[in-house]
Protein backbone atom coordinates (compact mmCIF):
# COMPACT_ATOMS: atom_id res chain seq x y z
CA UNK A 1 0.00 0.00 0.00
CA UNK A 2 1.27 3.50 -0.95
CA UNK A 3 0.89 5.72 1.91
CA UNK A 4 -1.11 8.79 1.42
CA UNK A 5 1.80 11.35 1.35
CA UNK A 6 3.16 9.41 -1.65
CA UNK A 7 -0.13 9.50 -3.39
CA UNK A 8 -0.35 13.35 -2.64
CA UNK A 9 3.17 13.81 -4.18
CA UNK A 10 2.24 11.64 -7.13
CA UNK A 11 -0.81 13.24 -7.75
CA UNK A 12 0.68 16.92 -7.97
CA UNK A 13 3.33 15.70 -9.92
CA UNK A 14 1.08 14.45 -12.56
CA UNK A 15 -1.38 17.68 -12.72
CA UNK A 16 1.76 19.74 -13.15
CA UNK A 17 2.85 17.99 -16.50
CA UNK A 18 -0.67 18.15 -17.55
CA UNK A 19 -0.49 21.33 -17.22
CA UNK A 20 2.32 22.03 -18.18
CA UNK A 21 2.93 22.88 -22.05
CA UNK A 22 6.52 21.61 -22.47
CA UNK A 23 7.66 19.19 -20.17
CA UNK A 24 11.18 17.57 -20.54
CA UNK A 25 12.75 14.31 -18.77
CA UNK A 26 16.37 14.50 -17.51
CA UNK A 27 17.30 10.95 -17.46
CA UNK A 28 20.55 9.24 -15.84
CA UNK A 29 22.42 6.41 -15.23
CA UNK A 30 19.47 4.93 -12.43
CA UNK A 31 16.98 5.09 -15.13
CA UNK A 32 18.34 2.35 -16.81
CA UNK A 33 19.14 0.27 -13.75
CA UNK A 34 16.54 -2.29 -13.43
CA UNK A 35 17.41 -2.98 -17.11
CA UNK A 36 20.16 -4.82 -15.50
CA UNK A 37 22.77 -2.00 -16.46
CA UNK A 38 24.91 -1.10 -13.68
CA UNK A 39 25.88 2.83 -12.71
CA UNK A 40 29.23 4.08 -12.94
CA UNK A 41 29.41 5.29 -9.15
CA UNK A 42 28.42 3.74 -5.68
CA UNK A 43 29.03 0.24 -4.46
CA UNK A 44 27.85 -2.28 -7.50
CA UNK A 45 28.94 0.45 -9.93
CA UNK A 46 31.66 -0.24 -12.91
CA UNK A 47 34.10 1.85 -11.37
CA UNK A 48 34.07 -0.13 -8.43
CA UNK A 49 35.57 -2.88 -10.79
CA UNK A 50 37.30 -1.09 -13.99
CA UNK A 51 39.52 2.03 -13.64
CA UNK A 52 37.83 4.17 -16.15
CA UNK A 53 41.50 5.55 -17.48
CA UNK A 54 40.08 3.47 -20.77
CA UNK A 55 37.75 5.97 -21.48
CA UNK A 56 40.07 9.00 -21.31
CA UNK A 57 40.74 10.28 -25.03
CA UNK A 58 44.21 10.11 -24.65
CA UNK A 59 44.62 6.46 -23.06
CA UNK A 60 42.38 5.53 -25.74
CA UNK A 61 44.51 6.60 -28.71
CA UNK A 62 47.75 4.96 -26.83
CA UNK A 63 46.55 1.76 -25.89
CA UNK A 64 43.73 1.33 -28.23
CA UNK A 65 43.56 -2.26 -28.19
CA UNK A 66 43.24 -2.80 -24.12
CA UNK A 67 41.06 -0.12 -24.62
CA UNK A 68 38.23 -1.45 -27.10
CA UNK A 69 38.82 -4.49 -25.59
CA UNK A 70 36.96 -3.42 -22.18
CA UNK A 71 34.86 -0.84 -24.34
CA UNK A 72 33.08 -4.26 -26.22
CA UNK A 73 32.88 -5.84 -22.91
CA UNK A 74 30.63 -2.88 -20.84
CA UNK A 75 28.87 -1.66 -23.61
CA UNK A 76 28.42 -3.59 -26.64
CA UNK A 77 28.10 -7.24 -25.31
CA UNK A 78 26.46 -6.55 -22.21
CA UNK A 79 24.23 -3.44 -22.87
CA UNK A 80 22.88 -5.87 -25.88
CA UNK A 81 21.26 -7.85 -23.49
CA UNK A 82 19.72 -5.15 -21.50
CA UNK A 83 15.96 -4.51 -22.62
CA UNK A 84 13.90 -1.47 -22.48
CA UNK A 85 12.05 -1.21 -18.46
CA UNK A 86 8.95 0.03 -17.36
CA UNK A 87 10.34 3.57 -17.01
CA UNK A 88 11.63 3.90 -20.46
CA UNK A 89 7.79 2.55 -21.73
CA UNK A 90 5.89 4.89 -19.82
CA UNK A 91 7.98 8.18 -20.82
CA UNK A 92 7.32 6.92 -24.27
CA UNK A 93 3.50 6.87 -23.45
CA UNK A 94 3.87 10.14 -21.91
CA UNK A 95 5.36 12.01 -25.06
CA UNK A 96 2.84 9.59 -27.58
CA UNK A 97 -0.07 11.36 -25.08
CA UNK A 98 1.82 14.56 -25.56
CA UNK A 99 2.70 15.26 -22.24
CA UNK A 100 6.12 15.08 -22.51
CA UNK A 101 7.93 16.63 -25.17
CA UNK A 102 11.65 15.59 -25.04
CA UNK A 103 14.00 13.71 -23.02
CA UNK A 104 17.47 14.79 -22.18
CA UNK A 105 19.43 11.77 -21.82
CA UNK A 106 23.05 10.81 -20.53
CA UNK A 107 22.67 7.52 -21.01
CA UNK A 108 24.24 5.99 -23.89
CA UNK A 109 22.33 2.50 -24.08
CA UNK A 110 19.67 3.16 -26.86
CA UNK A 111 17.04 2.10 -24.25
CA UNK A 112 14.42 5.26 -24.78
CA UNK A 113 14.83 5.09 -28.63
CA UNK A 114 13.96 1.08 -28.39
CA UNK A 115 10.97 1.96 -25.80
CA UNK A 116 9.44 4.09 -28.71
CA UNK A 117 10.49 7.59 -27.54
CA UNK A 118 10.91 9.67 -30.53
CA UNK A 119 12.31 13.04 -29.69
CA UNK A 120 15.33 12.03 -27.54
CA UNK A 121 18.64 14.38 -27.18
CA UNK A 122 21.87 12.10 -26.18
CA UNK A 123 24.07 14.64 -24.17
CA UNK A 124 26.63 11.91 -23.97
CA UNK A 125 26.45 11.16 -27.24
CA UNK A 126 25.63 7.08 -28.40
CA UNK A 127 27.01 3.55 -28.57
CA UNK A 128 25.02 3.32 -31.89
CA UNK A 129 27.93 4.62 -34.19
CA UNK A 130 31.93 4.40 -34.70
CA UNK A 131 33.62 7.55 -36.39
CA UNK A 132 37.08 7.42 -37.74
CA UNK A 133 39.48 9.43 -36.01
CA UNK A 134 41.44 10.14 -39.18
CA UNK A 135 39.42 11.10 -42.12
CA UNK A 136 35.49 11.32 -40.01
CA UNK A 137 33.97 8.51 -41.89
CA UNK A 138 30.94 7.29 -39.72
CA UNK A 139 29.70 3.37 -39.70
CA UNK A 140 27.22 1.53 -37.72
CA UNK A 141 28.56 -0.44 -34.76
CA UNK A 142 28.22 -3.74 -36.36
CA UNK A 143 29.75 -7.40 -35.74
CA UNK A 144 31.70 -6.93 -38.35
CA UNK A 145 33.66 -3.92 -36.67
CA UNK A 146 33.46 -5.42 -33.16
CA UNK A 147 34.99 -8.95 -33.98
CA UNK A 148 37.98 -7.29 -35.25
CA UNK A 149 39.23 -5.20 -32.42
CA UNK A 150 40.69 -2.38 -32.61
CA UNK A 151 37.88 -2.08 -35.54
CA UNK A 152 39.60 -0.05 -38.52
CA UNK A 153 38.23 2.40 -40.78
CA UNK A 154 37.96 0.72 -44.27
CA UNK A 155 38.87 3.97 -45.94
CA UNK A 156 42.15 5.00 -44.59
CA UNK A 157 42.77 2.20 -41.68
CA UNK A 158 42.28 5.40 -39.15
CA UNK A 159 41.13 4.13 -35.74
CA UNK A 160 37.39 3.74 -35.01
CA UNK A 161 35.95 5.40 -31.56
CA UNK A 162 32.36 5.18 -30.60
CA UNK A 163 30.34 8.21 -30.78
CA UNK A 164 29.47 8.18 -27.33
CA UNK A 165 31.88 11.31 -24.96
CA UNK A 166 34.99 10.27 -23.91
CA UNK A 167 37.16 11.97 -20.56
CA UNK A 168 38.41 15.07 -21.88
CA UNK A 169 36.11 15.61 -24.73
CA UNK A 170 33.24 18.42 -25.33
CA UNK A 171 29.56 17.57 -25.40
CA UNK A 172 28.26 17.05 -29.21
CA UNK A 173 27.30 20.76 -30.44
CA UNK A 174 23.98 19.61 -31.20
CA UNK A 175 22.89 17.98 -28.12
CA UNK A 176 24.38 21.08 -26.10
CA UNK A 177 22.34 23.50 -27.82
CA UNK A 178 19.10 21.41 -28.25
CA UNK A 179 19.56 20.78 -24.29
CA UNK A 180 20.06 24.09 -23.48
CA UNK A 181 16.68 24.87 -25.54
CA UNK A 182 14.89 22.93 -23.89
CA UNK A 183 16.21 24.30 -20.32
CA UNK A 184 14.64 27.23 -21.44
CA UNK A 185 11.69 26.88 -22.39
CA UNK A 186 10.33 23.98 -20.38
CA UNK A 187 7.56 24.44 -17.63
CA UNK A 188 8.50 20.92 -15.88
CA UNK A 189 11.86 18.89 -15.96
CA UNK A 190 11.46 15.33 -14.81
CA UNK A 191 15.05 13.88 -12.95
CA UNK A 192 15.10 10.21 -13.45
CA UNK A 193 17.83 8.41 -11.73
CA UNK A 194 20.78 11.42 -12.12
CA UNK A 195 23.23 11.90 -9.10
CA UNK A 196 23.51 15.68 -10.57
CA UNK A 197 27.52 14.99 -10.32
CA UNK A 198 28.65 14.58 -13.86
CA UNK A 199 29.58 17.83 -15.26
CA UNK A 200 28.49 19.65 -17.92
CA UNK A 201 25.31 18.21 -17.79
CA UNK A 202 24.39 18.92 -13.93
CA UNK A 203 23.61 22.40 -15.22
CA UNK A 204 20.77 21.75 -17.26
CA UNK A 205 18.65 21.08 -14.60
CA UNK A 206 19.80 24.40 -12.44
CA UNK A 207 19.14 26.39 -15.85
CA UNK A 208 15.81 24.70 -16.68
CA UNK A 209 15.31 26.36 -12.69
CA UNK A 210 16.50 29.31 -12.99
CA UNK A 211 14.17 29.54 -16.11
CA UNK A 212 11.19 28.84 -13.96
CA UNK A 213 10.79 25.39 -15.08
CA UNK A 214 8.78 23.18 -11.35
CA UNK A 215 11.27 20.43 -10.97
CA UNK A 216 10.50 16.82 -9.93
CA UNK A 217 12.87 14.51 -9.42
CA UNK A 218 12.97 10.50 -9.00
CA UNK A 219 15.73 8.31 -7.60
CA UNK A 220 16.00 5.69 -5.03
CA UNK A 221 17.69 8.56 -2.74
CA UNK A 222 18.81 11.89 -2.86
CA UNK A 223 20.92 13.71 -5.39
CA UNK A 224 22.77 17.04 -5.54
CA UNK A 225 19.32 18.34 -6.59
CA UNK A 226 16.95 17.02 -4.02
CA UNK A 227 17.59 19.70 -1.48
CA UNK A 228 18.43 22.44 -3.46
CA UNK A 229 16.43 22.77 -7.04
CA UNK A 230 13.28 19.78 -6.35
CA UNK A 231 10.23 20.93 -6.05
CA UNK A 232 8.35 17.15 -5.91
CA UNK A 233 10.78 14.58 -4.94
CA UNK A 234 9.43 11.04 -5.51
CA UNK A 235 11.55 8.78 -3.46
CA UNK A 236 11.07 5.49 -5.17
CA UNK A 237 12.60 2.77 -8.04
CA UNK A 238 11.91 4.84 -11.75
CA UNK A 239 9.60 1.68 -12.69
CA UNK A 240 7.77 1.56 -9.81
CA UNK A 241 7.05 5.44 -9.97
CA UNK A 242 6.67 5.93 -13.89
CA UNK A 243 4.37 2.91 -13.38
CA UNK A 244 2.07 4.85 -10.80
CA UNK A 245 2.11 8.07 -12.68
CA UNK A 246 1.14 7.08 -15.87
CA UNK A 247 -1.45 5.07 -14.39
CA UNK A 248 -3.08 8.21 -12.69
CA UNK A 249 -3.38 9.26 -16.95
CA UNK A 250 -4.84 6.12 -17.64
CA UNK A 251 -7.85 5.81 -14.97
CA UNK A 252 -9.01 9.74 -15.40
P1 LIG B 1 24.37 9.11 -12.45
O1 LIG B 1 24.48 10.54 -12.17
O2 LIG B 1 23.78 8.70 -13.71
O3 LIG B 1 23.60 8.42 -11.14
C1 LIG B 1 22.83 7.31 -11.05
C2 LIG B 1 21.64 7.67 -10.13
O4 LIG B 1 20.63 6.71 -10.26
C3 LIG B 1 21.95 7.76 -8.61
O5 LIG B 1 21.48 8.99 -8.12
C4 LIG B 1 21.12 6.61 -7.99
O6 LIG B 1 20.64 6.90 -6.71
C5 LIG B 1 20.02 6.48 -8.99
N1 LIG B 1 19.34 5.18 -9.07
C6 LIG B 1 19.88 3.94 -8.96
N2 LIG B 1 18.96 2.99 -9.15
C7 LIG B 1 17.79 3.63 -9.42
C8 LIG B 1 16.47 3.19 -9.73
N3 LIG B 1 16.15 1.90 -9.82
N4 LIG B 1 15.51 4.13 -9.93
C9 LIG B 1 15.81 5.45 -9.83
N5 LIG B 1 17.04 5.92 -9.56
C10 LIG B 1 18.03 5.03 -9.36
O7 LIG B 1 25.76 8.58 -12.23
P2 LIG B 1 26.72 7.52 -12.87
O8 LIG B 1 26.15 6.16 -12.83
O9 LIG B 1 27.99 7.80 -12.19
O10 LIG B 1 26.86 7.93 -14.40
C11 LIG B 1 27.78 8.84 -14.86
C12 LIG B 1 27.50 9.13 -16.30
O11 LIG B 1 27.65 7.96 -17.09
C13 LIG B 1 26.10 9.60 -16.54
O12 LIG B 1 26.14 10.48 -17.62
C14 LIG B 1 25.39 8.34 -16.93
O13 LIG B 1 24.23 8.57 -17.69
C15 LIG B 1 26.46 7.61 -17.72
N6 LIG B 1 26.17 6.15 -17.64
C16 LIG B 1 25.30 5.66 -18.55
C17 LIG B 1 24.89 4.36 -18.46
C18 LIG B 1 23.89 3.89 -19.47
O14 LIG B 1 23.95 4.29 -20.63
N7 LIG B 1 22.94 3.08 -19.05
C19 LIG B 1 25.39 3.52 -17.44
C20 LIG B 1 26.32 4.06 -16.52
C21 LIG B 1 26.68 5.41 -16.63
ZN1 LIG C 1 39.10 6.84 -42.05
Not at 68 to 94: C, G, M, R, T, V
Request: proline share 4%; hydrophobic share 40%; charged share 20%.
Amino acid sequence: MRSQEVNNKLTQAAELIKDSKHTTAFTGAGISVESGIPPFRGENGLWSKFDPIFLDLGYFFKHPDESWQLIKKIFYDSFAQAEPNAAHYALAQLEQRGLLQAIITQNIDNLHQRAGSKNVIEYHGTTQTLTCTHCGRRYQASTKFLNDLPPKCESCSGLLKPDFVFFGEAIPELAQSRSLQEAEIADVFILIGTTGEVQPASMIPIIAKKNHAKIIEINVEKSNYTDSITDIFLNGKATEIMRNLLAIYLTN
